[in-house]
């Protein structure tokens, strides 16, 4: 069955429920969407394709919406297999088919195709225009949105933008989520270190009538857009989203997991605001560093370890880092027993980071809590909970 977002253009792309891992690291537990889009007009164009997994069913939704005509052109907006798995039996299949990218796609093409390209290729910079009859796409390059050749393109007609995978989340199409949680986790930990391009990118979309944004994974949006350019604004400029602390704590045998369940009681009589508890060495990964961009305070609490820290703290604060965590509020808590070392090795990754405040003080234990803890604890809760 056709699925038609205008008269003119379809989406065929397809959900996958079988996957396990995105990308090999990210739990989708409600699986993921490959989005492919068709413009039918006095020339055809197929909007990216789908992950190799996919395409068979992506081939058939393909042909129902072409209905025996051959395709003018193949936009390629991301190279990512995920997105250009199919670009090799599309263009077999389809020997007249033009592929349009900007030169940083056809220099990585290659890469991931031994293809002929000779006179199949339409070079496209930023501005550059593709009349399709009476739609016309306006491309914008999105470098390092995330990858370098990543571009967008924005149809007149419709005021479609096809953004690439901006405001893609997880999830297959049917899966009964809100958009938030997933989008935030999709691009904390997928596009997140890329704040800056995709401010730039941002700054050029305001710029445009936008009716409908079409990305590559997750639902088409045509409703409140508002609402998700401003999630957009918040995530790439590494501001919180709401107040809000995350606990999050890594405990070899439950003394530091039971002092992380008294700092969080102790928070939440002393404030309002959410107080999410999270173990390290069981949570998503990808999740808990979702939720520390969500909201403005963390507290860490974890156990020494080899003159260090606890190897799934270490972990958690590489992602952190690697994502360009900023702008918080941190409490930091250590055990050990002989030698504590766990504070000393998360204040130095967390140096790394911009516009980060440690609270004070911060709190030594050894092996279990004990009240004069408490009192330092105490301590600690009201410099994390003050203004």
């Known amino acids: 069955m056709k699925k038609q977002i205008t008269d003119s253009v379809y989406y065929v792309g397809v959900d996958d429920k079988t996957i396990d891992l995105f990308e090999s ?33 992506w081939l058939a939704n393909l042909e129902e919406v072409l209905e025996g005509q051959a395709p003018d052109y193949l936009v390629v907006s991301h190279l990512e297999p995920d997105h ?11 020997p007249r088919m033009k592929l349009v990218g900007n030169a940083k796609t056809f220099a990585m093409l290659p890469q991931f195709f031994e293809m002929d390209l000779t006179d199949r290729c339409v070079t496209v ?26 571009m967008v393109a924005y149809e007149s007609k419709e005021r479609i933008l096809f953004s690439a995978d901006g405001f893609g989340k997880f999830g ?21 270190k890329y704040g800056a391009q995709v401010q730039a990118l941002l700054k050029k979309a305001a710029g445009l009538d936008i009716a409908i944004i079409c990305p590559l994974h997750g639902p088409v949006l045509k409703e409140n857009l508002g609402y998700y350019l401003e999630k957009y604004q918040i995530w790439s400029s590494y501001e919180p989203e709401e107040p809000g602390i995350v606990v999050a704590y890594a405990s070899i045998h439950g003394n530091t997991a039971r002092a992380a369940g008294e700092l969080a009681g102790m928070l939440e009589a002393k404030t309002d605001v959410p107080v999410k508890v ?3 060495a069981r949570a998503d990964m990808p999740a808990v560093v979702a939720e520390a961009f969500r909201y403005d305070r963390l507290a860490l609490l974890a156990a020494s370890y080899d003159g260090g820290v606890f190897p799934c703290m270490e972990d958690f604060l590489h992602h952190l880092r690697a994502k360009t965590y900023r702008n918080r509020k941190v409490a930091l808590v250590e055990n050990g027993t002989w030698a504590p070392s766990a504070a000393r ?10 516009n980060l405040t440690i609270c004070e003080p911060v709190v030594t234990i050894r092996s279990t809590m004990k009240e004069a803890d408490r009192e330092a604890m105490a301590e600690l809760v009201r410099a994390l909970v003050s203004e």
């Open 25 to 57: 690291q990210y739990v989708v537990p409600k699986g993921v969407s490959y989005n492919s889009y068709v413009i039918r007009d006095e020339k055809t164009a197929v909007l990216d394709t789908v992950d190799p997994r996919a395409g068979e069913a």
């Open 125 to 150: 910079k930023e501005g550059d225009t593709l009349s399709l009859g009476a739609h016309t796409l306006t491309f914008v390059m999105a470098p390092m949105v995330h990858w370098p050749e990543v």
């Open 172 to 192: 297959a199409l049917d899966a009964d989520e809100d958009w938030t949680d997933e989008a935030r986790r999709y691009y904390i930990n997928i596009v997140g």
């Open 278 to 280: 999270y173990d390290l």
């Open 345 to 354: 090795t998360m204040r130095g990754i967390l140096e790394e980071m911009k």
């Open 84 to 94: 250009a798995g199919n670009i090799g039996r599309l263009a077999e299949k389809y």
